[in-house]
C-alpha cells in the first residue's frame, strides 16, 4: 500500500533530478505505479506536494551535516566530509531546482530561505569558529562575513542568470566555489592537513 511518505521520497527524487516545474503529477503517478486520484488524496495541490518534498530534502541535508560535525575529529576533516558530501550530492541535481521553487512555489521557497538563513548560516558559523580556535583557520577573519559569503556562493551557483547552464557545469561551479572558500580561510597547518586527508583518500585501498 502506497504511503505519504513514499510519495514525499520519489517526488524529491525526481524533483532533484528534473528540476521542479518539469515533473508533472502524472509523471510522479506513473513513476509509483498510482493513479494521480491516490496522489490527491494525500496533497490537495502540486504545491503541498513541493512544500512537503523540500522540507524532506532539507531535513535530509540537515541530518547528513549533523551525522558530519559528530563525526569530524575537528574542523578539517569537517571540511573534508562536507567536500565529499557536495561532491556526491551535486553529482545529479538538477541546478533549476531553486529557481523553479523561487518563481513557481513561494511557500517551498519561503521554507528554503528559513533553512538557509537558521540552520545553514549557524552552521557555517560554528564549523568557522571551531576552525579558528583549533589553529587550522585564519584568526584575522570575519566569521560573520564569511558565513553570509558561503550561503550567498551556493545559492548564486544556482542561478541561470550567472552561470548559464550550457556554458558552465553546476558541480564544477559548486567545487570551485567551495575550493576557492576553504583557500582562503586556511593557516600552513590547516592547509598542510587539508592536503594529506586528500591525499590519503586517492590511495588505492581507501
Known amino acids: 500500500m502506497i504511503s505519504k511518505a513514499k510519495i514525499i521520497a520519489k517526488s524529491d527524487e525526481l524533483f532533484q533530478l528534473y528540476g521542479v516545474k518539469s515533473v508533472t503529477m502524472d509523471e510522479i503517478s506513473r513513476e509509483l505505479g498510482?493513479?494521480?486520484?491516490?496522489?490527491?488524496?494525500?496533497?490537495?495541490?502540486?504545491?503541498?506536494?513541493?512544500?512537503?518534498?523540500?522540507?524532506?530534502?532539507?531535513?535530509?541535508?540537515?541530518?547528513?551535516?549533523?551525522?558530519?560535525?559528530?563525526?569530524?575529529?575537528?574542523?578539517?576533516?569537517?571540511?573534508?566530509?562536507?567536500?565529499?558530501?557536495?561532491?556526491?550530492?551535486?553529482?545529479?541535481?538538477?541546478?533549476?531546482?531553486?529557481?523553479?521553487?523561487?518563481r513557481y512555489h513561494p511557500k517551498a521557497w519561503d521554507i528554503f530561505i528559513d533553512f538557509k538563513e537558521n540552520f545553514f548560516k549557524e552552521n557555517v558559523r560554528k564549523s568557522l569558529r571551531r576552525g579558528i580556535e583549533e589553529g587550522y583557520f585564519r584568526t584575522e577573519i570575519d566569521v560573520e562575513i564569511l558565513t553570509i559569503l558561503r550561503l550567498e556562493q551556493v545559492q548564486m551557483s544556482f542561478d541561470p542568470r550567472i552561470f548559464p547552464r550550457g556554458r558552465f557545469d553546476f558541480k564544477e561551479v559548486q567545487m570551485q566555489f567551495f575550493d576557492h572558500f576553504v583557500s582562503g580561510i586556511l593557516t600552513d597547518k590547516g592547509r598542510a592537513y587539508y592536503n594529506e586527508l586528500f591525499q590519503f583518500e586517492n590511495v588505492p585501498g581507501n
Open 34 to 102: 498510482i493513479s494521480k486520484k491516490t496522489i490527491y488524496q494525500f496533497f490537495k495541490d502540486k504545491d503541498e506536494l513541493v512544500c512537503e518534498a523540500t522540507l524532506y530534502l532539507l531535513e535530509c541535508d540537515r541530518k547528513e551535516f549533523d551525522d558530519i560535525h559528530t563525526q569530524a575529529g575537528n574542523s578539517i576533516e569537517e571540511l573534508f566530509l562536507i567536500s565529499k558530501c557536495l561532491r556526491k550530492n551535486f553529482e545529479n541535481l538538477n541546478p533549476s531546482i531553486l529557481f523553479d521553487l523561487k
